[in-house]
């Protein structure tokens, strides 16, 4: 009987360990690993001065970045604005010319995301002063007496920074559609969001952005490219954004409003975490180029900009692709 009962406990423990084993495997971030195209065309460049910016991928705790590749006729310098530390490439075209073709090849690793919202875990402060533009408004976002309003309303009875950034996370998958449809959607226009209810990815943060400012929750805007899951390589249409709010103790939490909204049994996943099938390009929103750019600020930066004497060029086409490595 005691020979029995110690092979009885060494299956309990053994399949103990395995259970746990499996449980450590399945709480590594994924990750994805792949070649990211970046493409841009001018085609008959008039007579003029044509300056030209493109925003370049960063290398950041979330992913690996390399550009592996320059391909263009014209030469590029390395710069960074100022206000948010994107990284971007400038050009200047010898106009006319009858085409220009640019491609950026880059090696990346994109990272799980995964937050630690309930744990005893810590991160490095942020100063005070790195904080505050991110509690100021954009020229979409205002921070006016109608959003201030409604932030208090959707956080009533919450005590804490989190547990605010859970309310407002939640009104905004719950109350907003993501809908394409006329015209409006994608420039990050909260009076548009709360007017109609609906948007894209850029429409959703502006919203939840908007309203974590308002309730005094640091919070930026994210952007950069989706990755199809399940598919090794392809084309990507264009491109998908998110936010992060800050806490302090924990950082900076992601949260994606837009994809829960597409897909609810994901609702709790993408507040704190972040899935692999992306790569990010920039962050914030009113963009100043570095050389400056004489038109207005931009309203967000993850496609080529283009000025001839002065004045925007949007004569361009451009094209993303990738493949898994």
């Known amino acids: 009987m005691r020979g029995h009962r110690y092979v009885f406990l060494l299956i309990i423990s ?38 030209l910016w493109i925003p370049v991928a960063p290398n950041n705790g979330e992913q690996t970045v390399r550009l592996a590749k320059v391909s263009s006729p014209v030469p590029l310098t390395p710069e960074k604005e100022d206000e948010y530390g994107n990284s971007l490439l400038f050009g200047s075209v010898k106009a006319p010319a009858k085409e220009v073709e640019i491609e950026l090849l880059y090696d990346v690793t994109r990272r799980e995301t995964q937050g630690d919202l309930t744990g005893s875990g810590t991160t490095g402060s942020v100063p005070r002063e790195e904080l505050a533009r991110f509690l100021m408004p954009d020229r979409l976002v205002p921070l006016n007496e109608r959003i201030r309003k409604l932030a208090a309303e959707v956080t009533a009875g919450r005590a804490t920074p989190l ?38 990815c850029t429409d959703f943060h502006s919203l939840f952005i908007g309203l974590c400012r308002a309730s005094g929750i640091p919070a930026r805007f994210i952007i950069g490219f989706p990755l199809p899951e399940g598919t090794r390589e392809g ?10 709010f800050y806490l302090e103790g924990k950082g900076w939490v992601p949260a994606d ?16 975490n972040l899935c692999e099938n992306r790569v990010e ?21 993850i496609y080529p900009y283009a000025e001839l004497d002065g004045k925007p060029y949007d004569k361009m086409e451009w094209s993303f692709s990738f493949r898994e490595i």
């Open 14 to 51: 053994l399949t103990v360990l395995n259970a746990l084993a499996h449980g450590a495997a399945a709480a590594e971030p994924t990750k994805r690993h792949f070649f990211f195209s970046y493409k841009v065309r001018l085609g008959d460049v008039p007579a003029g001065a044509l300056r």
């Open 281 to 301: 390009f920039t962050r914030g929103r009113d963009i100043l180029l570095k050389p400056p750019q004489q038109e207005d600020r931009l309203n967000y930066f």
């Open 235 to 244: 084309r990507i249409g264009g491109y998908h954004c998110w936010a992060e």
């Open 163 to 200: 547990a605010k950034a859970r309310a407002i996370y939640d009104y905004t998958v719950d109350n907003l559609s993501y809908d394409k449809s006329g015209t409006g959607w994608g420039r990050g226009d909260i009076d548009y969001v709360c007017d109609l209810k609906r948007g894209n």
């Open 257 to 272: 409003a837009s994809e829960a909204s597409k897909d609810k049994t994901r609702k709790e996943y993408y507040f704190g």
